[in-house]
């Protein structure tokens, strides 16, 4: 990280904003890049990753500095790792509440609305907040996407997490967590990270459905993360997920982070479409 550029989540991971930007159409433009070992599918930015770089996007335009309300985003191509990229802000009609785009020469990859407004109040999501106590099943690693900064069994970064797929039945994943605090500034999860961690167990609540259809995978097309409190790094936390349905090719999801008193701090719903087989990009 040099002095010309903006931290994206942890310094330590390697996602950065230029400090430099530039007015565009409306658009408030920023140079971004993500770093190498941040996979998803290989050498593409994992989709939490891909969609929650709109939150700091945002923030980084935003004079207010309230917390992160939630964001909802489409993914319409992949992200590449390790090539300059840029990052797109402007405020909508609605307060505290920015449209956001990643482009790669002139392509729109990514694009979000986030709204910077402080936590949710209520998470409505009983039968996920009750995952927090079924007793906890056993880890599998996968090699489905074996470079997954969140769930691969074999991350290429040094702060790759090895959350494998733990289901307790087919369609519900029940992931125990212990987030170090590298993760997170002043005893919370960066939103980057939430948003991060929350994608992977939708994939995998679906997998058992999306493979029976007779294809390898599912891509995030759509990802909606909303928060309501801000989950604490260093002590035990639990990631469900649950397989909601499917239309064809297109399978909805939800994931939660809850602590072992069933307290929601996150919530996130994604729309995947299935696959014959898992893209991947130049590493």
Same mark, same amino acid.
């Given at each position: 990280?040099? @002095?010309?550029?903006?931290?994206?989540?942890?310094?330590?991971?390697?996602?950065?904003?230029?400090?430099?930007?530039?007015?565009?159409?409306?658009?408030?433009?920023?140079?971004?890049?993500?770093?190498?070992?941040?996979?998803?599918?290989?050498?593409?930015?994992?989709?939490?990753? #891909?969609?929650?770089?709109?939150? +700091? +996007?945002?923030?980084?335009?935003?004079?207010?500095?309230?917390?992160?309300?939630?964001?909802?985003?489409?993914?319409?191509?992949?992200?590449?790792?390790?090539?300059?990229?840029?990052?797109?802000?402007?405020?909508?009609?609605?307060?505290?509440?920015?449209?956001?785009?990643?482009?790669?020469?002139?392509?729109?990859? $990514?694009?979000?609305? $986030?709204?910077?407004?402080?936590?949710?109040?209520?998470?409505? #999501?009983?039968?996920?907040?009750?995952?927090?106590?079924?007793?906890?099943?056993?880890?599998? @690693?996968?090699?489905?996407? @074996?470079?997954?900064?969140?769930?691969?069994?074999?991350?290429?970064?040094?702060?790759?997490?090895?959350?494998?797929?733990?289901?307790?039945?087919?369609?519900?994943?029940?992931?125990?967590?212990?987030? *170090? *605090?590298?993760?997170?500034?002043?005893?919370?999860?960066?939103?980057?990270?939430?948003?991060?961690?929350? *994608?992977?167990?939708?994939?995998?609540?679906?997998?058992?459905?999306?493979?029976?259809?007779?294809?390898?995978?599912?891509?995030?097309?759509?990802?909606?993360?909303?928060?309501?409190?801000?989950?604490?790094?260093?002590?035990?936390?639990?990631?469900?997920?649950?397989?909601?349905?499917?239309?064809?090719?297109?399978?909805?999801?939800?994931?939660?982070?809850?602590?072992?008193?069933?307290?929601?701090?996150?919530?996130?719903? #994604?729309?995947? $479409?299935?696959?014959?087989?898992?893209?991947?990009?130049?590493?």
């Amino acid at each position: 990280m040099t @002095p010309h550029e903006l931290p994206v989540g942890p310094p330590e991971l390697g996602i950065a904003l230029s400090a430099g930007s530039r007015i565009e159409d409306g658009w408030l433009v920023r140079g971004l890049r993500a770093a190498a070992g941040l996979d998803g599918p290989s050498g593409i930015l994992q989709g939490g990753f #891909a969609a929650g770089v709109s939150v +700091a +996007a945002a923030r980084a335009a935003d004079r207010f500095g309230a917390p992160v309300t939630g964001f909802r985003a489409r993914l319409f191509a992949p992200t590449p790792l390790d090539l300059d990229l840029e990052v797109a802000v402007r405020p909508t009609d609605r307060v505290a509440t920015y449209e956001v785009q990643t482009r790669q020469a002139g392509q729109v990859l $990514v694009s979000s609305e $986030v709204e910077l407004a402080g936590h949710e109040v209520g998470a409505r #999501a009983g039968d996920l907040a009750e995952l927090a106590r079924v007793a906890l099943p056993e880890p599998r @690693p996968q090699e489905v996407f @074996p470079a997954c900064w969140v769930c691969g069994a074999h991350p290429r970064h040094p702060l790759g997490l090895r959350l494998h797929p733990a289901p307790l039945t087919p369609g519900i994943e029940v992931m125990a967590w212990v987030a *170090d *605090d590298v993760l997170g500034e002043s005893g919370t999860l960066d939103p980057l990270i939430v948003a991060a961690v929350l *994608d992977c167990p939708t994939q995998w609540a679906a997998y058992p459905t999306i493979r029976s259809s007779g294809n390898s995978g599912g891509l995030l097309g759509g990802y909606e993360v909303r928060w309501y409190h801000d989950p604490p790094v260093m002590e035990p936390l639990r990631v469900v997920g649950r397989h909601d349905g499917a239309d064809g090719r297109k399978h909805r999801a939800r994931s939660a982070i809850v602590d072992e008193d069933g307290v929601i701090y996150a919530l996130a719903s #994604a729309l995947m $479409v299935a696959v014959p087989e898992i893209p991947s990009l130049p590493s």
